[in-house]
């Protein structure tokens, strides 16, 4: 019942599938070139620290791809031997004059900033001249995000002159090293090293790391050392590289409470603090679920300063509103400190479970202390960016924190609110969400940024010259996959044939690169997602025929026959290679960077922390709620009344003639919900519905069919619409008749368990409030007065009062009264 769009199976009969050419893939030989292969790098004197440390990164960077060794020269060579000049800007003028260079026109760069340019008068040769050492690192990366590589050649496009500054002051990402991720708990120092580069090269000037400080950052067995050993070692690489290093490090109700945990806690940090090299910002976050008490929390904050500045003098502290269930007192209250100004006080972070915008903290926060964005780009739902329009057999199979490349939309989300933030450091659980991250890092840098040139710049640094097209526009095509009813996606095959070109042209080093691999999985996953729903929705359909011929004396029989077909999904399945497929590239992941695709055997620890492979057999039909009510019936020992039971099972979502339907969920159907404004003027639904996964549904229907365990609910309500905090969520019903009374029948579900009040044209109550938490049941129904719907339509709001997450509704009924 979930899928009414039975029709759109037969789409796959005649769809036509395109493919890339046979050849090499994004490589144009009749280009233009500066050939650098017969390079050498010229330095100014002898660079140390960080800025020695980029032409060590240009070096190493250059021989992994081309097996090329530079060697460097504080001399300008003899004859016409192609040159690569990396020197500060205050270098510059010397070393023009010295080598008979002519002065270029360029707009002198800003702090981080760099010039490069190329010329190819005399001789082939490259400048970098940053503003300071991290914009010689800065031009590097911009250097190898340029350059074309194949073994034993590089070249760059004639004509390179640019001077860059970045736009944002605070560029970066959260890489935790914890027991919760799906990645990094599984990596060693060299990878972290390798990935912690990469996001240099791509403008980032700051890395977040998680303090090891509860039960949940415990050494696991993935972890080749400890937390406080890899926390120390990471402090050491950003030191070496000359960036940023940040901590998280919440603070919960039950220590501030405590004044012996507050001790323990207090005494705990100061050993981190010491533990680390570098350490400059510590980040403290709100609660998610529960309000700090804000009298406690700000003295805690100042004698952890106290400590942390024995260490690292010129540290601060940020902390967040992190705060979804925070009242307006509360929130009155933490402005009005925060306003003081303390001198420990860094700014504040813009976190995800913010009760109130970017914008209105801006309004509140006095202007001289900075806002700090934590972006959730990691996660696909129940987070603060969740993926619009997302069908449900997606949220199903891969839930919170699959494979997510996004890139058009996280420019969206990053652009929307960009100018109230003085930059942003990423919150991630490992590497499901790679693509995102350097799209976010290059919208920092400039917003200006287009999405393919940083996808470009990305498959050919990190993939490969020959596949820097393909992976390019293959990565933005599995953003397409997830737009839309997958039933009807015909993006999903095309995208699968042109990720299995470039498998057939790969080699092995090619296949065994995980970002090639997560491309790769993504697009067979999806692709068997696709065929199996077609196959299951048509299951249903057979049974559901069946359903309905049911009589009195054979409605045991007619279930029993109605369950074999349900069971054809597992006993006759579909697409069985395009799983394989899936399967053997979950364990390249994890033997290539450490990726816990599944829970049992790569050793996640949850479903919802990125272990996908788990869920790829959800059932995507209603058999679990089919199976749950078979046996109710079957329980009933009077015929007539069975197959009663069974119409009102079959009839279940049937408003009855004159009625209305809307599984709220379900963004296919939302031609009656409201929004007030587009999803990319608002990507944080602060004023937008938004749709959230019900988890939290009770346990009491666990049932197990075929080997997997579920639920007995409909999946409809997995699904609901939500409208966040004190944001009501409206639905409009037109085309009513004027001379009918009506009811609503409606389902609260999902996570939150708000409470809820619901009104009609502004001004007609149709419940008070209702503590859904408090309730055991789910389906509601209410009259509606004729007074609210004698116009031929009526509008519905549903509220929220003060200190709530927000109104969630699965489905709504409009049902003609007889």
């Known amino acids: 019942m979930l899928y009414s769009r039975f029709s759109l199976i037969l789409f796959f009969i005649s769809i036509t599938l395109t493919t ?60 016409n031997q192609s040159v690569i000049v990396i020197g500060t800007i205050s270098d510059r003028k010397k070393i023009l004059v010295d080598n008979n260079r002519s002065k270029i026109d360029l707009p002198e760069p800003g702090k981080e900033g760099f010039q490069l340019w190329t010329t190819g008068d005399i001789q082939n040769v490259c400048y970098i001249f940053g503003a300071d050492d991290r914009g010689i690192l800065y031009g590097v990366g911009k250097l190898l995000r340029s350059l074309h590589f194949s073994f034993g050649n590089m070249w760059l496009t004639e004509g390179i002159k640019t001077s860059e500054t970045p736009t944002y002051s605070i560029r970066g990402h959260q890489l935790g090293y914890r027991n919760l991720n799906n990645t990094y708990d599984a990596w060693n120092v060299k990878q972290y090293e390798k990935y912690i580069r990469e996001l240099a090269l791509f403008g980032a000037n700051s890395i977040e790391y998680v303090a090891p400080n509860s039960e949940n950052y415990k050494q696991n067995k993935l972890m080749t050392i400890s937390p406080d050993d890899m926390l120390q070692a990471n402090s050491q690489i950003c030191k070496n590289y000359g960036m940023d290093v940040w901590i998280w490090y919440p603070v919960g109700a039950e220590v501030l409470l405590s004044s012996e945990l507050t001790k323990q806690q207090l005494k705990q940090r100061e050993r981190i603090f010491k533990l680390l090299p570098k350490l400059d910002a510590v980040f403290v976050p709100g609660a998610e679920h529960h309000d700090l008490p804000l009298e406690r929390l700000f003295p805690f904050l100042e004698k952890m300063a106290q400590s942390l500045k024995k260490y690292h003098s010129n540290s601060k502290i940020w902390v967040s509103l992190q705060n979804s269930h925070a009242k307006d007192e509360w929130l009155d209250l933490f402005f009005e400190k925060l306003n003081k100004k303390p001198d420990w006080l860094g700014g504040v972070v813009f976190s995800p479970w913010t009760s109130i915008s970017i914008q209105e903290i801006r309004k509140r926060l006095a202007s001289e202390i900075p806002i700090r964005r934590y972006p959730d780009i990691a996660h696909n739902r129940n987070c603060e960016y969740p993926t619009p329009a997302w ?22 989300i990053h652009n929307a609110t960009d100018e109230f933030a003085i930059g942003g450091i990423g919150y991630s659980d490992g590497i499901n969400d790679d693509v995102n991250k350097f799209i976010w890092l290059a919208q920092d840098w400039n917003p200006d940024t287009d999405v393919m040139t940083t996808l470009r710049e990305y498959a050919r640094l990190f993939v490969g ?6 992976v390019a526009q293959g990565l933005l095509a599995e953003e397409k996959n997830w737009h839309g009813p997958l039933i009807s996606n015909t993006q999903i095959p095309i995208t699968l044939k042109q990720w299995q070109n470039m498998e057939r042209l790969a080699d092995p080093k090619i296949l065994a690169n995980y970002r090639f ?7 067979y996953y999806d692709s068997y997602l696709q065929q199996r729903l077609v196959y299951e929705t048509n299951l249903q359909y057979q049974a559901e025929t069946k359903l309905l011929k049911a009589t009195n004396s054979n409605v045991i029989n007619t279930i029993n026959n109605a369950e074999s077909i349900f069971r054809k999904a597992v006993r006759n399945p579909i697409a069985s290679g395009l799983r394989q497929r899936c399967l053997d590239l979950a364990d390249s992941l994890h033997r290539s960077i450490g990726t816990q695709l599944t829970v049992e055997k790569h050793g996640a620890s949850a479903v919802n922390r990125g ?57 296919a159907e939302w031609m009656k919900i409201v929004p007030e404004e587009s999803w990319a003027a608002d990507p944080g639904t602060f004023t937008i519905p938004r749709v959230n996964f019900g988890i939290g549904l009770p346990k009491d229907r666990t049932i197990t069919w075929e080997g997997k365990t579920g639920l007995g609910y409909p999946l409809a309500w997995y699904t609901l619409a939500t409208g ?18 009506y009811m609503i029948r409606v389902v609260y579900s999902g996570q939150f368990r708000s409470r809820i009040k619901l009104i009609a044209d502004k001004k007609y109550v149709i419940h008070p409030i209702i503590d859904t938490e ?36 699965a489905e709504v009924w409009l049902i003609p009264k007889k």
């Open 465 to 470: 010259e020959n596949f820097c097209e393909g």
């Open 391 to 412: 069908d449900p057999p997606f949220q199903l199979t891969q839930a919170r924190e699959s494979t997510n490349p996004r890139p058009v939309a996280i420019k969206q």
């Open 774 to 809: 408090k309730q055991s049941v789910f389906e509601y129904e209410f009259d509606i007065p004729r007074l609210a719907t004698e116009k031929g339509f009526v509008s519905l709001e549903w509220q929220s009062p003060d200190g709530e997450r927000g109104a969630q509704v």
């Open 20 to 79: 890339l050419p046979q050849d090499k893939i994004g490589h144009s030989e009749d280009i233009k070139k500066i050939e650098l292969t017969d390079a050498i790098i010229f330095t100014i004197g002898s660079l140390t620290g960080p800025a020695q440390k980029s032409v060590t990164v240009l070096v190493d960077e250059i021989f992994d791809r081309t097996g090329i060794k530079l060697s460097i020269k504080n001399e300008w060579p003899e004859g």
């Open 611 to 667: 272990a996908y492979i788990s869920t790829i057999d959800v059932p995507l039909n209603d058999v679990f709620w089919y199976t749950w009510n078979f046996e109710e019936i079957k329980r009933i020992k009077n015929g007539e009344k069975q197959l009663e039971a069974l119409h009102t099972l079959l009839n279940r979502t049937n408003p009855g003639p004159g009625g209305f339907y809307q599984n709220c969920g379900d963004y």
């Open 724 to 741: 966040l905090y004190e944001s009501p969520f409206q639905m409009t019903f037109n085309n009513l008749d004027s001379q009918t009374d």
């Open 517 to 523: 691999q997560m491309g790769l999985i993504r697009a």
